[in-house]
């Protein structure tokens, strides 16, 4: 058998090699991510209206004074967006009416995202009869034409804000339970998931553990999609005077008010709609720009 001595060793053969450094899933997401300029243009877009809508109103806190003396005047430099009907500054009710939209958006997304990953969880984690079960309700539901839902919702139970969230989030989460169902689905039968139960892990320690924490990908993307899909549906309810009630105002009530008086007034109308839509527009680029990012297969290195 040969044997080398360390001096029959060339010196400089035994330097290690340059070792590349691996990068994480959220890392390498992140580099695809930056290189979306429509996405991170969204991006920032939407950190901004964040900035707009939560910060703003603690400039404008009299929003609602009016003065009927001025009443519905045109854009000016006291006024950058006019006033409307009553004489009430409009680029401050459109950035409490922002907030009002975007925390419907957020909380009712939050509810739905909730019960979706639950459920959905548990039908794909189960399986069998239960899984058959469970998705012939979603099934069902999917028949129901969700906008009457929610108006039945609102007319028995009150047109009540705290109730619109828990409305929309209601029949929003179907979607959401057959996304997870499907990621689940496929991982459950994986080696680490066998690995927790042979060590004796419960059910709900591998659902809430190891299960849903490797679906966040998906669920991120549909939840940056989900938002202005609420908002759209939240403003739709408000047009048809269903939805935020007086005092209190949203971006779909002031499209209302204006498009009652847009042939006088144009600027009530303009600047609502060019505020909900660039709001949809930047949401919908950022959730497309996640979608291209988190998934692998898209990456081009």
Known sequence: MLSLSPRSIPEGSLSAAPIEKGNSLW????????????????GLFVIFLFLLYFIGPIFCQHYEDQNLDL????????????????????????????????TVGLIATCVALFIGVTYGAIAGFAGGKIDTFMMRIVDIMYALPFTIFVILLMVFFGRNIFLLFFAIGAVEWLTMARIVRGQVLSIKRMEFIE??????????????????????????????????????????????????????????????DGADSMEEYWWLIMYPAAF?????????????????????????D
Request: charged share 20%.
């Open 195 to 256: 690995a927790a139960r042979a060590l004796g892990f419960g059910r709900r320690r591998i659902i809430f553990r190891h299960i849903i924490p490797n679906v966040l990908g998906p669920v991120i993307v549909y939840t940056t999609l989900t938002i202005p899909s609420v908002m759209l549906l939240e403003a739709f309810l408000s047009f048809l005077g269903l939805g935020v009630q007086r005092p209190m105002s949203s971006l779909g009530t002031l499209i209302k």
């Open 27 to 42: 890392k390498d997401a992140w580099q695809r991510l930056k290189k979306n300029r429509l996405a991170v243009a969204g």
């Open 71 to 102: 009443g519905a005047s045109s854009p000016s430099l006291s006024h950058l967006f006019g006033t409307d009907t009553l004489g009430r500054d409009l680029l401050a009710r459109l950035i409490y009416g922002g907030r009002i939209s975007l």
């Open 276 to 300: 909900f839509s660039l709001t949809l527009i930047s949401l919908n680029f950022l959730g497309d720009g996640l979608r291209d990012a988190l998934d692998v297969r898209t990456s081009k």
